[in-house]
């Protein structure tokens, strides 16, 4: 018997293309633009200057505060510029633009391909590393990991999940890490579980995904605190809390964090950039994206440079289909839109999605007809249609009353509803409204 | 490559389910009982249903038309399974105005004068059908007996719904098994071999299509099986109490309107709960008030009132029975 959470959840299309296709190494791009706030928290402070020579590897960006993460450039060349330039977001930020030169790495990474299991690291050590390489999760959300392996004071955590879920349609980079790099993850899985000072790890992967289970569930033998958990497919077991209630039965509490049960998640795509970052002391400099779409003629996952153009990603899938209406930077449920296609790759980006024109716009909105399907496909048990038709006719206090804080923003609701209504726009809407009435009321 | 590209918050796909999908899925679990009805009820089912339906379709046509002055959406479907659903409540000699003017009632009064598809707080259809019960009740009370296809219409032959045969023998002092002597056996009632609406007498049709809306995840067993589990259940305390004087649980699942309102009527999503839990309620109490309509009240058949009682309550039942919200109260040991 699958594990998977008890409550909502749907089973949108899978449209795994590209879960045959092996990680091809993208070629460098002739210029990468590295914005400084690939992170939550702090943008970083530019530490090189107009015209510098710098290595792959190199930091070019320190980390301000705690709650930041190191930029590192993920090429050797000339500083070109540092000035604002539209990123994934579709807002204007600094970047430093790199003029490509060869592939000069700094001296102080090991670029050996061969395996190091043994961990000789202490946990400040590991914790340390991790934050001087710049390491943030590769989930999605690129919160600085160095904070969540420091587990605070007065909380205990027992137990490490690593996250190779991917429970987004299309996106196959976990799942190609896993088989590719298994060994590697496993690795990393087992530093982290170090970091944490926790002596047992469960690995969350989805049915669909039945040759990295065995793969991975092969090599876990020689990684006795390690289990590999098979899980039944549905959409948003990716999801911190859904994953820890699939894996383990465990709840968090609503306004939680996944340590309230003694519980740290992290990706897989994670995992092996700690084991990269801590064994090799490589910076975080490149990551696995999946770029694909039913139109796409060549789609593929790709190791890509930080900076490098999405245009490029999308030139060697065999580029962009004339029907192409829209390009998603993530997955197709929770993804951004992009406006433009020269933006360049962050560590956030788990990959590019191509749409075709007919589909990529809204469909017409039809009247509510109380079917309650948002609520039987909410996994935090919330009340959609209530929670926006609230944020709709501006009555916050009763949002917050029903818990509209707690939605995850999945877009399970907007999904289902077949009146087509903007669930989630207005629940959005909702949510900055509430939680800005929320931290008015403690200033007050 | 300067291709504009379209640009719109997540999620960037969405399910093929729409609501016109959803609506023209119940006219098809509607079709096997039509079907029916058309078999035994003849030339009069075909014009009360046509009437009911064009009508129906053309009142929220002209209603938003000519007073709403929007869009007219009559192609949602939802006039469609309104019409059709009001046809299957009446009997089928009545006469066209009659149904014209139930669907002015359904359409005009009980859906548009609240803003139409999803505002409504009572189920049209049975607004439609009460109000007609109410007002031609001699008409509303002529049951065609049911035979092979024939043409007759207004003219057709009538007789007694078992129902109103068991309430007015029971009144009358009749034990109930000599009652049952007098009416159609269990399986020709399965089958619809009996007095009634035009659409609710073929119980086998019915389930045919409630398995199709379930299938097609168009309802879910809660407020069917909650209904139909509790009429059975209280009959069956009665039955076993007095026997005499109380029909069977069969009997009661097989006459009238319980099964064409279980699946049909009370499973209508605008009128009926959003939670699961809710629809449980909604369920027992439908049945519970349908029995003791049958059972006590001053008509034969309460399916009507007591799905039209429940939809009043379904605003409350959305406010105090709540889903569980993950996290709220957690028991981590």
Redesign the interface.
Known sequence: MLKTFP?GG?H?PENKLTADKPIEVLPLPAQVTVPVAQHIGAPATPVVEKGASVKTGQLIAQAKGFVSANIHSPVSGKVNKIEPVIDTT?YKQMACVIDVEGDEWVETVDRSTGLVKEITMTREQIIERCQQCGLVGLGGATFPTHIKLTVPAGKKCDLLIINGVECE?FLTSDHRLMLEKGAEVLTGASIIMKALGVDRAVVGIEANKPDAIAHLTELAKDFKAITIQPLKVKYPQGGE?QLI?SCTG???????LPLD?GVVVQNVGTAFAVYEAVQKNKPLIERVVTVTGRSVSKPGNFLVRIGTPV?RLIEATGG?PDD?????N?G???????????VPVTKGTSGI?L?P?E?????EV????????C??A??????P??ISALSEKGMFEKAEQE?IT?CM?C?AC???????RPL??YI?LGKTTVIRMARERITK | MNKLLNVSPSPHQQSPETTRKLMYGVVIALLPALAASIYFFGMGAIIVTLTSVLSCVAVEYLIQKFIFKTKPSISDGSAVVTGLLLAFNVPSNLPVLIIVIGAVIAIGVAKMTFGGLGSNPFNPALVGRVFLLISFPVRMTSWPVPSGFHTSYTDAVTGATPLGMLSEGVKNGEAVSAIMDKIPSHMEMFYGRMGGSMGEVAAAALILGGIFLLGRKIITWHIPVSILVTVTIFTGIMWLIDPTKYADPVFHLLTGGIMLGAIFMATDYVTSPMTHKGMIIYGVGIGIITVLIRNWGAYPEGVSFAILIMNAFVPLLNMYIKPRRFGKEVKNG
């Not at chain 1, 465990?250 to 939680?256: A, D, F, H, I, Y």
């Not at chain 1, 909410?378 to 009340?383: K, N, R, S, T």
């Open positions: 409550k749907i949108p579709g349609p809390k209630k465990r709840e968090v509490p609503s306004g939680g049960v245009t962009m192409t209406g829209k390009v998603v993530g197709p449920m929770m993804g951004k839109a992009l406006s433009m296609t020269d999605i749409f024109e589909g990529s716009r809204r469909a039809l009247p509510c007809i109380r079917c309650g399907k609520s039987t909410c996994a935090m048990g919330l009340e249609w209530l818990k707690d923003e877009g907007a999904y289902t509803c077949p009146a087509k989630l726009d959005r």
